[in-house]
């Protein structure tokens, strides 16, 4: 599947849900939840997950992942169980950037 910008995905073993907000130019990078295949979120319209419990490795809403290269950039829209990843590669959490500071 090729990630476009504005893709709707949604994991098939948790209730995560993204949107992508920066895809790469080239390639089509495999994008998956808990080690399962993303897949897009038209597809699992009304179907229920469990939410995630304290042990597990989660994504939050609201919260930006980003792969090492930078190249892919995905935004939480629903919280789930499981680590998101690219390639093969876990995705990391994209810190904020700091504002100057005005004197």
């Known amino acids: ?33 808990g080690g399962s295949p993303m897949v897009p979120a038209s597809a699992l319209d009304g179907t229920a997950t469990s939410p995630p419990s304290r042990e597990e490795a989660a994504t939050l809403i609201g919260k930006r992942y980003v792969n090492a290269a930078g190249t892919l950039e995905l935004l939480c829209t629903a919280s789930g169980a499981g680590e998101l990843s690219c390639d093969g590669a876990p995705m990391t959490l994209k810190t904020a950037k700091p504002l100057p500071a005005s004197d």
């Open 1 to 33: 599947m090729t990630a476009r910008t504005g893709d709707q995905l949604a994991s098939t073993v948790s209730g995560t849900r993204v949107i992508v907000v920066r895809a790469p130019a080239d390639g089509a990078p495999e994008i998956a939840c």
